[in-house]
Nanobody, 121 residues
Framework: QVQLVESGGGLVQPGGSLRLSCVAS????????MGWYRQAPGKERELVAT???????NYGDSVKGRFTISRDNAKNTVSLQMSSLKPEDTAVYYC???????????????WGQGTLVTVSS
């Protein structure tokens, strides 16, 4: 079974740091973009950061300069280093990846189950 599994969420004080990790497991031929989205209570899911297989990145405006995305193509992992966290960063963070299961299949979108990040004193 192909799936994305996140880890690293939790409670952190304002101004603190936290690192999220996500691994894609199962029989995967290739992965295109990997990244993170988040959804706060009562709000729509929004982009946090994505990275292509080649290393190009895209960040949401609210996290630029504070969050850093990285990935290991060989291990099918993507991480998000979050610094200078604010209460408004509180949300469920979802890992996302475009995966191709076989050489002839099209890319399909996978989502993780989400990990909760709470920024509060």
């Amino acid at each position: 079974q192909v799936q994305l599994v996140e880890s690293g969420g939790g409670l952190v004080q304002p101004g603190g740091s936290l690192r999220l990790s996500c691994v894609a497991s199962g029989s995967i031929f290739s992965i295109n973009a990997m990244g993170w989205y988040r959804q706060a209570p009562g709000k729509e899911r929004e982009l946090v950061a994505t990275m292509t297989r080649g290393g190009s990145t895209n960040y949401g405006d609210s996290v630029k300069g504070r969050f850093t995305i990285s990935r290991d193509n060989a291990k099918n992992t993507v991480s998000l280093q979050m610094s200078s966290l604010k209460p408004e960063d509180t949300a469920v963070y979802y890992c996302n990846a475009g995966v191709r299961l076989t050489m002839t299949s099209k890319y399909s979108e996978l989502w993780g189950q989400g990990t909760l990040v709470t920024v509060s004193s």
